[in-house]
């Protein structure tokens, strides 16, 4: 039995948060080690627990809202686990700081979980971390894994894509920010936020939210539109009630099923093309040829697809040996 294993069985007996923080911790420094170190049959729809992104400006209220909903969702007996993502970016400064300070008054309470993880793996892209840890938290029977990503860029979009279900935070004024991946954000979203609603323009960013998924084509699968103040707060339990909605029809209609699907796929797809490259730079005649491209007596395109050429031949060759 391995370490990892060890600590699993550790979490699962005794509820130990210890062992919790060292596996999170495992999968963090090398996600690829621990699933690759593990004899689990964990392949397919393991995550038990619904997965919901949350995502939006920095300083819309996400983590003040998550803190709500964790509250809401405990009240009904739920376990919930919380990762909250790093951009790693100037927007992030002292953000993180700020999610645990909003969030304290669950730590004690055994039935929660609070994390922060960084968004950028060692190539820039997505951290392979992250979805493996939102993969470890849905297997160890949290109820819900509400995952807090700072939706700006293209990485922080992607992450929302990694949930079953995302909820994207505006504020009233959304309309004239340019901070947002604004045509990203729509793409991804299940519920439409608008927090902040104790302040002025709430009705003008509804209208323009709803042109705006008119204009996407989404006019007959109407997306809801939740207003809230999560400080006081205002609206948690409607915007409950759509969420709950949402996973109920994502479940029933076999689309959840489907999504858990393309996100495996798309994992496999991104450690493939991390292994692949990997591996074929430490081959000699690739770092030949890089060098020709160096020194500009091969085109870059042009020797990409004669390495790759090569690569499929001598692959070929073996296969059919075998
Ligand atoms: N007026 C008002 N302020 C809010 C509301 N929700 C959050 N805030 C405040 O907005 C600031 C940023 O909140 P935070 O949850 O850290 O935003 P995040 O960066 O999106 O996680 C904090 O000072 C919150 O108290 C709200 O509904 N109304
Ligand atoms: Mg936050």
Not at 88 to 107: C, E, K
Not at 141 to 158: K, M, R, S
Not at 237 to 242: C, D, Q, R
Request: glycine content about 12%; hydrophobic content about 40%; proline content about 3%.
């Amino acid at each position: 039995v391995s370490y990892a294993d060890d600590l699993v069985e550790r979490y699962r007996t005794t509820g130990d948060r210890g062992a919790l923080a060292r596996l999170v911790s495992l999968v963090e420094r090398d996600a690829e080690s621990f699933r690759l170190g593990r004899n689990i049959g964990e392949t397919t729809n393991e995550e038990a627990g619904f997965v919901l992104g949350v995502t939006g400006s920095p300083g819309a209220g996400k983590s003040t809202l998550v803190d709500r909903l964790v509250a809401n969702f405990r009240a009904a007996g739920d376990t919930v686990a919380v990762v909250a993502v790093d951009p790693s970016s100037p927007f992030s400064g002292g953000a993180i700081l700020g999610d645990r300070v909003r969030m304290q008054r669950h730590t004690q309470d055994p039935g929660v979980y609070i994390r922060s993880l960084a968004s950028h793996g060692h190539l820039g892209g997505l951290s392979v971390a992250v979805p493996e840890v939102v993969r470890l938290l849905g297997s160890l029977n949290f109820d819900w894994i509400l995952v807090e990503t700072v939706g700006v860029g293209q990485v922080e979009v992607e992450i929302a894509g990694e949930a079953d279900g995302t909820l994207v935070v505006v504020n009233p004024g959304w309309g004239d920010s340019i901070q947002a991946n604004k045509a990203g954000l729509m793409e991804v979203a299940d519920i439409f936020v608008i927090n902040k609603a104790d302040r002025d323009g709430v009705r003008n960013t509804k209208r323009d939210l709803e042109n705006m998924l008119e204009l996407g084509g989404d006019s007959g699968c109407s997306i809801p539109i939740v207003e809230t103040v999560s400080t006081e707060p205002r609206g948690i339990e409607e915007l409950v009630t759509e969420i709950q909605a949402v996973r109920e029809r994502l479940s029933r209609s076999g689309e959840l099923d489907e999504r858990r699907g393309d996100r495996r796929a798309r994992e496999f797809s991104r450690v493939l093309d991390g292994i692949w490259r990997e591996s074929l730079g430490e081959v000699g005649a690739v770092k030949e040829m890089r060098n020709a491209v160096k020194c500009g007596t091969r085109a870059p395109i042009e020797a990409a697809h004669s390495v790759m050429a090569d690569v499929v031949v001598a692959l070929q060759k073996r296969l059919e040996k075998e």
